[in-house]
C-alpha cells in the first residue's frame, strides 16, 4: 500500500523569508500525481500545487515550488517570501493514476512569526 | 459560485443515534469523497462514488454508509455502530479522473458526542 510521510509536524519561519516543507512517499508504481494542500484555520483545503509524476520539470504556483525527487521519492514544498496567510497545516498527497483515491499524510503545521 | 456545501456546520450525536450530514456540489464533478480527519492526522478516506447510484468503500468504511442518488449530493450516515464518531468530516469532488483533477473541498462539519 502506499503511504505518505511529512516528518516535520511543525515549522516556523520568519514573515518574508523562505521555507521547506518535506515529504517522502513509498510506492512501486510509476504514474502518479503528487499534491499538496492547505488547510488554513478555516479549515477548508485548498490546492496548492500538483506535480505529474512523468514531468520532470518542477511545478511552481507563484511563490510556491516543489522539488520531486522521483527516484528518492520525496516531494518538498518551497514557500518564498512567506506571508502571514500562509500559516495552516499543510498537507502532502500522492495518487495513483487511474485509482479513484487519495492518500494523504500526516500534515505539517506551518507558523509564520512577524 | 461554484462549489462544494457542507452542512450543518457542527453536530452532535447522542449514544446510540445516527446522524447525516449533508454535502452538494455544484460543479457539475462526478466524483465525491468523503473524509474524516482527528487532530494531528491526515485525512482518512470514508467513501467515494464515481457515478450515481454508485459508490465504493475507503479505508474506514465501518460504522457508516452513503448514499448517491443524485449526481450533486453524496450524503454520509454516522450510525450507532461507529463507536468514536467525534472528527472532522470533509466532502471533497473531482471530474471523473481525480488523480488529474484536483479534489474540491467543502467546510466541513464537526460531529462531537452529547
Known amino acids: 500500500a502506499q503511504t505518505v510521510t511529512q516528518s516535520q509536524p511543525e515549522m516556523s519561519v520568519q514573515e518574508a523569508e523562505t521555507v521547506t516543507l518535506s515529504c517522502t512517499y513509498d510506492t512501486s508504481e510509476s504514474d502518479y500525481y503528487l499534491f499538496w494542500y492547505k488547510q488554513p484555520p478555516s479549515r477548508q483545503m485548498i490546492l496548492v500545487i500538483r506535480?505529474?509524476?512523468?514531468?520532470?520539470q518542477n511545478a511552481t504556483e507563484n511563490r510556491f515550488s516543489v522539488n520531486f525527487q522521483k527516484a528518492a521519492k520525496s516531494f518538498s514544498l518551497k514557500i518564498s517570501d512567506s506571508q502571514l496567510g500562509d500559516a495552516a497545516m499543510y498537507f502532502c498527497?500522492?495518487?495513483?493514476?487511474?485509482?479513484?483515491?487519495?492518500?494523504f499524510g500526516q500534515g505539517t503545521r506551518l507558523t509564520i512569526n512577524p | 459560485d461554484g462549489g462544494i456545501t457542507q452542512s450543518p456546520k457542527y453536530l452532535f450525536r447522542k449514544e446510540g443515534q445516527n446522524v447525516t450530514l449533508s454535502c452538494e456540489q455544484n460543479?457539475?464533478?462526478?466524483?465525491m469523497y468523503w473524509y474524516r480527519q482527528d487532530p494531528g492526522q491526515g485525512l482518512r478516506l470514508i467513501y467515494y462514488?464515481?457515478?450515481?447510484?454508485?459508490?465504493q468503500k475507503g479505508d474506514i468504511a465501518e460504522g457508516y454508509s452513503v448514499s448517491r442518488e443524485k449526481k450533486e449530493s453524496f450524503p454520509l450516515t454516522v450510525t450507532s455502530a461507529q463507536k468514536n464518531p467525534t472528527a472532522f468530516y470533509l466532502c471533497?469532488?473531482?471530474?471523473?479522473?481525480?488523480?488529474?483533477?484536483?479534489?474540491?473541498f467543502g467546510d466541513g462539519t464537526r460531529l462531537s458526542i452529547l
Open positions: 460543479l457539475n464533478h462526478d466524483a
Open positions: 506535480q505529474e509524476a512523468y514531468k520532470q
Open positions: 498527497a500522492y495518487g495513483l493514476a487511474g485509482a479513484q483515491k487519495l492518500v
Open positions: 471533497a469532488s473531482s471530474q471523473q479522473d481525480y488523480s488529474n483533477q484536483p479534489q474540491h
Open positions: 462514488s464515481q457515478i450515481v447510484n454508485d459508490f
